[in-house]
């Protein structure tokens, strides 16, 4: 079945350094990518929809320029969490569909935690 | 816009027994699909069940079930036979019908403990 890579799994970093979390689409193409956000015990909540070749697009009090999303193959986007800080520390969820397959269900990745100190 | 209300924090359920989660939402759209989704400990999300608005038969996947009311915009989920696997968050989800950008909109979930 189709498969989303996640990496990595968790990871924690200074206060002020940068993370990048990857997903890639194993066995499938990914024109578009969902990028959530999960604080503990909380929903899911969307930051951004990121396209391949075109600029993403983001939720209403997300900042583009502290997470910067790329999506520049159609089996690979990335979340970069710039000059993160305590509170940035969350799940952080990537999910897609096969190109074309805008009704089918979304795949997920296993997610990233991140723990900024 | 789209909202997903899940209106019970917390639910238990004895294993063998019959349990059912509440969802509403609302929209005023009339082609959609909702969802259940689980999320044990750890955190992998994994898709229970389906149902595309236009169906007016509930899904159904073995020990799950959906009553899906579209004029009272209710999709709650039945779990028949509890097992403790099936302890876990559980959300409600929405998802528009069609387009490749079509995101997901997820309820606030419900943590679901099954008591041996």
């Known amino acids: 079945g189709a498969v989303v890579s996640q990496h990595p799994s968790w990871v924690i970093c200074k206060s002020g350094t940068s993370v990048k979390i990857e997903c890639r689409s194993l066995?499938?193409?990914?024109?578009?990518m969902f990028w959530y956000r999960q604080f503990p015990k909380q929903s899911l909540m969307l930051m951004a929809t990121s396209n391949e070749g075109s600029k993403a697009t983001y939720e209403q009090g997300v900042e583009k320029d502290k997470f910067l999303i790329n999506h520049a193959s159609l089996t690979l986007s990335t979340l970069t969490v710039t000059s993160a800080h305590p509170e940035d520390s969350s799940f952080y969820i990537c999910?897609?569909?096969?190109?074309?397959?805008?009704?089918?269900?979304?795949?997920f990745g296993n997610g990233t935690r991140l723990t900024v100190t | 816009a789209q909202t997903v209300t899940q209106s019970q924090p917390e639910m238990s359920v004895q294993e063998a027994e019959t349990v059912t989660l509440s969802c509403t939402y609302d929209?005023?759209?009339?082609?959609?699909?909702l969802f259940w989704y689980k999320q044990p400990p750890s955190r992998q999300m994994i898709l229970v069940i389906r149902?595309?608005?236009?169906?007016?038969q509930n899904a159904t996947e073995n020990r799950f079930s959906v009553n899906f009311q579209k004029a009272a915009k209710s999709f709650s989920l039945k779990i028949s036979d509890s097992q403790l696997g099936d302890a876990a968050m559980y959300f409600c989800a929405y998802r528009t019908f069609g387009g490749a950008t079509n995101k997901l909109i997820f309820g606030t979930g419900t943590l679901l403990a099954v008591q041996p």
């Open positions: 929209t005023s759209e009339s082609d959609y699909y």
């Open positions: 999910s897609t569909h096969s190109a074309g397959a805008y009704n089918s269900p979304l795949h």
């Open positions: 066995d499938f193409q990914a024109t578009t």
């Open positions: 149902q595309e608005a236009y169906k007016q």
